[in-house]
């Protein structure tokens, strides 16, 4: 069941947003070269928890850190340590906020220093990638439209999706129904679900410069492309409002 969220519930969940928004501000704040994803992990979590609230991911599924820190080829997932950013490099953060029992949950991917074009490029298909899906959010429209949003414009501007991986429900939990996909193939019948006032859930594209094929690797968390082309990682946790959609992590 998808469980739509009251006033007072919405309430939590906007607080817990505006502490992500702030947190990736902060870790956008520190990235520059030398700064290690560990370094990264530390600034989110203080941030998290000097604005009242707790990581959401600390913990979640045996996960050992606050922020998901992924580099370049790394797409989602990575486990922040010891690497160092370098000039030319792109970093994703990914980062969740349980405020008052509700969660929010949102990721950016930042350039380190001067990027090359291609890089720019891929940064800004994967935003406006968002941003299309968000623009399909309103209350009796159908959720695949969001998907249909994304993929036509990326699969348009010669980029592949991530497949094993999606936008999901959140609330009491920081991964409920229903799923939020990015991709389907053509011919299936994937479920849809009608958009009402009061569900919640995020969307984010994860978008590769290359191929589409995926591995996690050995830490059992951090997913890599198969041709290690580069991958970028948007999103925004959303409420349906009566008139719209309302961006619960807006920076």
Known sequence: MIALKSKSELESMRQAGRIVALALDAAQAAIRPGVTTGDLDRVVDEAIRGLGA???????????ASACVSVNEEIVHGIPG??????????????????????????????????????????????????????????????????VAIQEYVEGQGMNLVRQYHGHGLGRK??????????????????????????????????????????????????????????AHFEHSLAVTESGCEILTQR
């Open 54 to 64: 707790s990581p959401s991911f600390k913990g979640l599924y045996g996960f050992p």
């Open 82 to 147: 010891r690497r160092v950013l370098r000039e030319g490099d792109i970093v994703s953060v990914d980062a969740g906020a349980l405020y008052k029992g509700l969660h929010a949950d949102g990721a950016w991917t930042y350039p380190v220093g001067e990027v090359a074009l291609e890089t720019r490029r891929l940064l800004e298909v994967t935003e406006t990638a968002l941003m299309r899906g968000i623009a399909q959010v309103r209350p009796d429209g159908w959720l695949l439209d969001v998907t």
């Open 174 to 231: 920081l991964h409920e129904t229903p799923d939020v996909l990015n991709w389907v193939a053509k011919g299936s019948r994937p479920r849809n679900v009608r958009m009402k006032p009061g569900m919640t859930f995020t969307i984010e594209p994860m978008v590769i410069a290359g191929g589409w094929e995926t591995y996690v690797k050995p830490d059992h968390w951090t997913v890599v492309a198969v041709d290690r082309a580069w991958s």
